[in-house]
């Protein structure tokens, strides 16, 4: 098992930036990739950005492109969200993710899941 948990949420102002961490325990070693999504409410969950853990590859959502970065730290087992020129629309409950399979990292049959951190964005 592998368990995540989400940290660094927070409100800021538009134009802001935010940094995400998702730390990961257990049984780690075997992790192939690991991805973000989010949810707004009344909105259902989209995906953002996705690493696959061993090797440069990232994906991210198009309405992300460009000002957020994906990033991992193997020794840590800790991936990152890098948030910048956030906008009101970024507002959502954020979700780390983590799979041991070869799924799709941009589709959501991740096998592990983190509880949340909010984000919102004032305008």
């Known amino acids: 098992q592998v368990q995540l948990v989400e940290s660094g949420g927070g409100l800021v102002q538009a134009g802001g930036s935010l940094r995400l961490s998702c730390a990961a325990s257990?049984?780690?070693?075997?992790?192939?990739?690991m991805g973000w999504f989010r949810q707004a409410p009344g909105k259902e969950r989209e995906f953002v950005a996705a690493v696959v853990w061993r090797g440069d590859n990232t994906y991210y959502a198009d309405s992300v492109k460009g000002r957020f970065t994906i990033s991992r730290d193997n020794a840590k087992n800790t991936m990152y969200l890098q948030m910048n020129s956030l906008k009101p629309e970024d507002t959502a409950v954020y979700y780390c993710?983590?799979?041991?399979?070869?799924?799709?990292?941009?589709?959501?049959?991740?096998?592990?899941w983190g509880q949340g951190t909010q984000v919102t964005v004032s305008s």
């Open positions: 257990g049984r780690t070693f075997s992790t192939y990739a």
């Open positions: 993710a983590g799979t041991v399979r070869r799924i799709r990292p941009t589709g959501y049959e991740y096998d592990y």
